[in-house]
């Protein structure tokens, strides 16, 4: 045996060591005075600081791998001159210790009274012959579960040991003390684009590249069986690079027995937890696969040739190909909100959309470094934060967080970076000095605060107007702001404003002050994604002046394209056809439209009309979303919901559908089209179940496309029961009270329609339509659902 490494004989966790400098052997036939001998090795000290409990049945075979100084590998069997010394007289001699090439050592830890040791032990490790039965008999085949779902040798040892366990009530206490010593995770590491969505408890996870490739996780959740797990995985993938990460298959965790202990609710949130931590270990380490992401839909990579994709260029007035300046990587800067006020529905349709581009380019096998500000500088939240007497800061922070709540709500994942203006000064300051060197940019005394203000030298940019297709020869000066008279020329504008009293202030070259409103999303592109951004996007009244404005900036200072590829997400538009915006005091908050409809209805709802048109803003038209929603998860009902299931592994069920699919993906994100394809296979679905013929191996590949396609638009993720029968935002809550009345008037229902009693089966039918509760009769039975709302 090496001195450098450490081996671990498989048996099960409660069993005697035997332990000399770095090689532990656990195997059940040994006795209590192998283990006095463990006891007395280095091994011993290094547990025991961590609170492990070396004697007992609560050993953990995790603090063995953690306490490793070298690389711990796994044995089929005990070499036979360790067994050899073991089965003479029960203990080891000196002599055949120093056999093992450890002398020294072993010597020392022999040198270590055994008498007590030994009495500790036998009182601790004594076991009824029911466990002792377990301990001889349960093999675990620890080579079988690594080389099966490519798990890293330390999380293989630690799951064939869980795995070994008698019942699910030791391996609760095992989760228990793993959570128990998970080291405490920094507050400032707790950010959005850390938290693993879809689980019941609040939990985070965080990747640090190390110098030699490898990655160091940190983890933490408010629930004690989560927190566990979350202590599985960081403990197990610490160490391993990118490529071990990614190559891991969560699904040893069902082999491993552990998620029979464990609600449905938190089995989801362990798949979303390694799917997060796989993205960041992808991220990290700058991998772009060939094949799609982790967690994806292994049939998209499958293909031999997608569709090319063509995205609509506002610069060109056209469709383009998509052409990222390095391959694989695509890097989109999307304009984030002023977060003075709630989200409203213009807010929710950028939202969602640009999480749709991201998911799609993801699909298509991208890296997408997605990047979304938050601006929390700005007049409008100055003046809200003096009417209501709360700082600015705060002000900007509680509503940065109900941004993000809204987001979440409708089903949007984090993006890759949020950064905020007022973590962004350094990058500012420079890039307006840069300006200022290249005589692209002047500073002029205020007249209104004495301080120094920096504007942009707009007619240093030639090409000023190229992107709105403004001219400045038409302009009039003060038709749209005050005329400023210490600018050089009206068309200038602000890139620094001296402070004011009362306002927030940073310190600078021009001394206190704030940026301007252009300045921050060119300094922060430019910070994260570098000079030249592969998608620039946001709303159309960003046109001009503010994506005009940055594009003069940012290309002044850096001597390079800014944006590849503009992208304008249309507006929502109000009763009256205006556009809907917080200044005009129209608009419809998410908050309020979650109150009659959930979050996937509003979604689909802007899924179903072309970004790039306006959208008219309709209650009626948010019911018939709801509607055709509700008859997608219909289809679904009775599908399978498993991990596996719901990835279209291999070729698809419907290769034309899954075709006309990506052609309408991949020509500007159509998601009309897109929609229109996966009804196609709905209605397949549909007809399937009313079939009396035995088909559920396709009723199983259809459904399993259905929801992969489903994944690419961030919606059919959901159980099709829980929506059917929750309403989804429907006319009734459906409690148990509920169900229990709604099924006992569909059974009443049956009866009448078999007795012939056609009038009672008809008036129990009008009944539960003014509940809101949709009826669907089939060959094998009948089914209900929860409708629109009734007017």
Not at 304 to 317: C, F, Q, S, V
Not at 438 to 443: F, L, M
Not at 464 to 472: A, E, F, I, P, V
Request: proline share 5%; glycine share 8%; with cysteine.
């Amino acid at each position: 045996l090496g001195s450098k490494s450490w081996y671990l004989l498989p048996s099960s966790v409660a069993v005697a060591r035997f332990c000399c400098n770095c090689t532990i052997c656990m195997a059940p036939a040994t006795s209590a005075v192998v283990a006095t001998v463990a006891l007395a090795a280095p091994l011993a000290g290094a547990l025991e600081q961590q609170g492990a409990d070396i004697a007992g049945p609560a050993f953990l075979v995790a603090d063995v791998v953690a306490a490793a100084p070298g690389p711990v590998r796994i044995l089929s069997q005990a070499p036979q001159h360790i067994t050899g010394v073991l089965a003479e007289n029960q203990r080891p001699p000196s002599r055949s210790l120093q056999q093992l090439g450890h002398g020294g050592l072993a010597r020392w830890a022999l040198t270590v009274p055994l008498v007590g040791l030994l009495a500790r032990s036998v009182a601790r490790r004594r076991r009824g012959p029911a466990e002792r039965r377990h301990s001889l008999h349960s093999r675990v085949g620890l080579k079988s579960l690594e080389s099966e779902y490519n798990l890293p040798s330390k999380l293989a040892v630690v799951a064939t040991a869980l795995k070994s366990l008698p019942n699910d009530r030791l391996r609760y206490q095992q989760l228990m003390a793993m959570a128990s010593k998970l080291k405490p995770m920094a507050k400032e590491l707790k950010t959005p684009d850390k938290k693993v969505p879809g689980c019941l408890s609040t939990v985070h996870v965080h990747a640090t590249l190390e110098s030699d490739g490898t990655i160091t996780w940190q983890g933490d959740s408010d629930a004690l069986i989560s927190k566990g797990l979350v202590a599985l995985l960081v403990n197990g993938l610490s160490g391993c690079t990118a490529e071990e990460i990614v190559a891991v298959q969560p699904e040893f965790i069902k082999a491993s027995g552990i998620t029979a202990s464990l609600t449905p609710g938190r089995n989801n949130g362990f798949y979303n937890m390694f799917k997060l931590m796989t993205r960041q270990a992808e991220e990290l380490a700058g991998a772009s696969s060939d094949e799609a992401p982790k967690g994806q839909s292994a049939a998209i990579a499958a293909e031999d040739k997608l569709p090319d994709m063509r995205i609509y260029n506002t610069m060109a007035r056209s469709k383009e190909p998509l052409n990222p300046s390095e391959p694989g990587i695509v890097n989109m800067y999307v304009c984030g909100v002023t977060v003075y006020d709630l989200c409203h529905l213009g807010h929710a349709r950028i939202m969602v959309f640009f999480d749709v581009v991201a998911r799609y380019l993801r699909q298509r096998g991208y890296k997408v470094n997605y990047v979304r500000n938050v601006t929390d500088i700005d007049d409008k939240i100055i003046k809200r934060s003096q009417e209501a007497g709360e700082p600015a800061e705060e002000l900007a922070r509680r509503m940065e967080q109900e941004m993000q709540r809204d987001a979440a709500s409708l089903g949007c994942e984090p993006p890759t970076h949020e950064p905020r203006v007022s973590d962004s000064m350094p990058e500012i300051t420079s890039m307006v000095s840069t300006l200022e060197e290249k005589q692209h940019a002047y500073s002029a005394k205020s007249e209104e605060t004495g301080g120094l203000d920096v504007y942009f030298r707009v007619r240093s940019f030639p090409s000023y107007g190229r992107l709105s297709r403004c001219s400045l020869e038409g302009n009039q000066a003060g038709a749209r702001v005050g005329i400023d008279t210490v600018k050089e020329a009206p068309e200038d504008f602000a890139l620094w404003k001296s402070a004011k009293i009362g306002e927030p202030a940073w310190e600078s070259p021009w001394g206190a002050g704030r940026p301007g409103w252009h300045i921050e999303c060119s300094a922060m592109a430019k910070k994260l994604l570098g000079d030249t951004l592969d998608i620039h996007g946001g709303g159309p009244d960003l046109m001009f002046p503010h994506h005009e404005n940055e594009l003069a900036q940012s290309e002044a200072a850096n001597g390079k394209p800014y944006v590849k590829t503009w992208m304008h997400c249309a507006a929502v538009r109000s009763k009256g056809d205006e556009k809907m915006s917080k200044s005009l005091g129209n608009f419809v908050t998410i908050r309020d439209a979650l109150e009659r409809h959930d979050g996937e209805t509003i979604r689909f709802y802007f899924l179903s009309s072309q970004y790039r048109q306006p959208l008219l803003y309709s209650e009626d038209g948010l019911a018939q979303a709801h509607e055709r929603l509700l008859r997608l998860y219909t289809s679904l009902r009775g599908a399978p919901l498993s991990d596996e299931d719901a990835q279209c592994a291999g070729a698809p069920a419907d290769p034309k559908a899954w075709q006309r699919f990506h052609e309408a993906m991949s020509n500007d994100f159509d998601m009309v089209g897109a929609v229109a394809a996966m009804t196609d296979v709905s209605r397949q679905l549909l007809q399937l179940q009313q079939a009396a013929e035995d088909s559920a191996q396709l009723v199983s590949a259809l459904a399993a496309q259905l929801r992969t396609m489903g994944a690419v638009l961030g919606i059919l993720q959901r159980n099709p029961d829980e929506v059917l029968r929750g309403g989804g935002g429907g006319a009734a809550d459906a409690d148990d009270d509920f169900e229990a009345r709604v099924d006992a008037l569909v059974a009443e229902r049956a009866s009448a329609r078999k007795a012939k009693d056609f009038a009672r089966a008809d008036a129990i039918k009008a009944e539960l339509t003014e509940l809101g509760v949709v009826l669907e009769d089939a060959s094998s039975g009948t089914t209900w659902r929860i409708g629109a709302l009734v007017s």
